[in-house]
């Protein structure tokens, strides 16, 4: 199983960004995590198998959108009105549960990262 995370970029804050996950291999619950420097990595979003459910940060809540396209084996994340605090390495994951998770011991794989900055 490979994730190939993209769309990541610089905005100014109130921007909006969508970032995508292409998934090659049979993979069930997905989520988006992100990390900035110097701080662990944290939840931002998941979504089930086959896509009814959806989790989110509290942080992120009501600006950011997961969804997933089971056709073409692909997860995305809608970002809308972003912060500064909103800065880091999106990573995509995936697991083999079709359950949501929002820990990171429960993703089995992940994907390379894709940079957002967004400037005050």
Do not use: H
């Not at 988006?32 to 942080?59: C, H, L, M």
């Not at 995305?76 to 500064?84: A, S, W």
Request: overall charge positive; proline content about 2%; some cysteine.
């Amino acid at each position: 199983v490979q994730l190939q995370a993209s769309g990541g970029g610089m905005v100014q804050a109130g921007g909006s960004l969508r970032l995508s996950c292409a998934v090659s291999g049979r993979v069930y619950a997905m989520g988006w995590f992100r990390q900035a420097p110097g701080k662990e990595r944290e939840f931002v979003a998941a979504i089930n198998w086959p896509g009814r459910t959806t989790s989110y940060a509290d942080s992120v809540k009501g600006r950011f959108t997961i969804s997933r396209d089971i056709a073409k084996n692909a997860v995305y994340l809608q970002m809308i009105g972003l912060k500064p605090e909103d800065t880091g390495v999106y990573y995509c994951a995936a697991r083999k549960l079709t359950s949501i998770s929002s820990s990171v011991s429960g993703y089995d794989f992940w994907g390379q990262g894709t940079l957002v900055t967004v400037s005050s």
